[in-house]
């Protein structure tokens, strides 16, 4: 079922901080330990735009979030919340909060990676493979969301996903969808995701345990 995701052109991406000129595939940007400390709530005036704080109690913080360190470095900690369904084949909801400017020719794209460490409910390991979900656009205040997502098939229960939130360009963004429609297109392989020009921006594990 893995397909060959051929001719993909390298995306001329705009200029931003040094992390442009950096090996997607070789080393990970600067990522700073579990959101937790000061910097993470609400703005300066005390108030909450995105309502991040006034989740119901099926609404969780990942324990496990890293980003980008450099991006953020001069900015407000990105956060975000999840839940995922009890369903045998889960639907998991995030929502979060990320003040950061996309630069131009570049679109921010949550990306979906079924954690190998973990398994369904019939023991199968998760595949490891990358599924782009959809762009990610935030409102003036950083608001964003992607809601209701399916994660693969019945029995996958068990499957954590870890959730990428990239930087790519915008003829890469536009290359997801149609290889999505590719016959027999299953994710990008690990070559395949490490050959494809992306920024990290940050990363989350949801259980679906």
Known sequence: MIAVVGGMAVVAAATVPVLLNQDHGKSDPPLSDSLTSAGTGADAAGKDPCDLDRLGDY???????????TLFANRQRPRVYSQASPDSNPEISVKG???????AGQVLYLIRHPDPKTKDTFGNPGNNRYYPATPVTPSSAG????????????????????????????????????????KDWDGYSQDQWRAINTIDVMSFNVSTA
């Not at 019945?154 to 149609?178: E, H, M, N, S, W």
Request: net charge positive; glycine share 10%; proline share 10%.
């Open 59 to 69: 609404w969780n913080q990942p324990p496990s979030q890293r980003y980008n360190g």
């Open 97 to 103: 909060q990320l003040n950061l400017d996309v630069p």
């Open 143 to 182: 608001c964003w969301e992607d809601s209701n997502r399916p994660v693969g098939y019945p029995g996958v229960k068990g499957i954590g996903q870890t959730y990428l939130l990239v930087l790519v360009g915008r003829d890469q963004a536009a290359q997801f969808p149609a290889d999505r429609k590719a």
